[in-house]
């Protein structure tokens, strides 16, 4: 996304937005943000894994899951 889709994320540009189908979980469906470079290419099916991004400093703290690609192996 070129354009914030949220005020607090207008200086965290450009990022790519994906939806996560969890087939273990009844196909449950997340959207989120894939880490890395936003202009790498991405394919419909390509499987991704979940990181949590902890913000232990905020008030109240959260954790964030975001997506990255899975490294084939």
Request: no cysteine.
């Amino acid at each position: 996304m070129w354009h914030p889709s949220h005020a607090a994320l207008r200086h965290h540009g450009p990022y790519v937005a994906v939806l996560v189908e969890l087939p273990h979980a009844g196909s449950v469906r997340l959207v989120g943000n894939l880490l890395g470079d936003p202009q790498q290419p991405v394919v419909i099916g390509a499987e991704v894994e979940g990181v949590f991004e902890h913000h232990p400093e905020s008030d109240p703290s959260f954790s964030l899951l975001q997506w990255r690609l899975r490294l084939r192996s």
